[in-house]
C-alpha cells in the first residue's frame, strides 16, 4: 500500500481547497428548498467554484469502467444512497438529500458532504439523518497517531448497529492529496486493532453510508447512481480528516459546518 504522507506545505494545500469545498455547502444551505431542483443547485455550485477559483473534481471523472460523470457535485435524495445526477425533478417538503462537494484549488483535492433535511420531515428520516452525522463523528474521533482504520470502522459500526441501522459495505472513505481517490482505503465497518496503522501527514475521508433498512445496495442504469435494494432511506455525511502528531485536524470546516455532536464535545472536555 503506497500512502502519500503531506508535509508542512501539503497540509496548508489541503486545508485551503478543504475550506473552499466546505464553503460551497455554506453557499448552497439556504437554497436548498422544496421546489428547487437539483440540477439547480448543481448550477449555483458551479457559480460559487467559480468565484473561488476552484474547479469540480466530479465533472468529466471517469475511473475505470464508469462513464464520464456529468455533473459539478452529487446529489444523493431519499433512498439514493450515493453518487446521485442532479436533474430536474424538484426537491419537495420532507425529502432528505445529502450534497457531496469535491473542489480542486491549486492541485490539492478537497472532499465534504452534508445531510440537508427539505422542509419538515419524518421523525424517521431526522434521526437516520443525526445518527449517520453522530456516526461519523465517533469514526473521526478515533483518528490518532498509533491507531488503526479498523478502530475507525468499527466505531462507525458499533454505534450505526447499535441504533437499528446498517452500514453500507460497497463504498468507502479513500486518502485524498494531489489526486482524488488515494490509498488507504476506508472502509465504516471492521474490528479494532486491524487495518493500516495510521502516522501524522496522513489525508483521508470518513464518509459513512447509513441505511435506514437493510445494508444491500444496486446500481441504477446510468452507470452511477447507487440506491437502497429495500427503497429504504439512506444518509451519508464526509469530512476530509488529517492525522497529526497528537490526533486528528478535521480540514473540511468553515463558517456554516454544523458543529460536532454534544457527545463529542463531551470527550473533548474530558479529554
Known sequence: MTITYKDEAGIAG????????SE???FLTPHIQPGVTTREIDRLACE??????SISATLGYQPPGYPPY?????????????????????LKKGDIVNVDVTVIKDGWYGDTSRMFIVGEASIAAKRLCAMTFEAMWHGIEQVRPGAHLGDIGWAIQKFAESHGFSVVREFCGHGIGQVFHEEPQVL????????????PGMTFTIEPMINAGRREVRELGDGWTIVTKDHSLSAQWEHTVLVTPTGYEVLTLSAGSPPPPASVKAAEALA
Do not use: F, W
Open 14 to 21: 489541503m486545508r485551503v481547497a478543504c475550506r473552499l469545498a
Open 24 to 26: 460551497v455547502l455554506d
Open 48 to 53: 460559487c467554484m467559480k468565484t473561488q477559483g
Open 70 to 90: 456529468p455533473a459539478s457535485l452529487c446529489t444523493s435524495v431519499n433512498h439514493v444512497v450515493c453518487h446521485g445526477i442532479p436533474g430536474d425533478k424538484a
Open 188 to 199: 465504516h465497518y471492521g474490528k479494532p486493532g486491524t487495518g493500516e496503522e495510521l502516522k
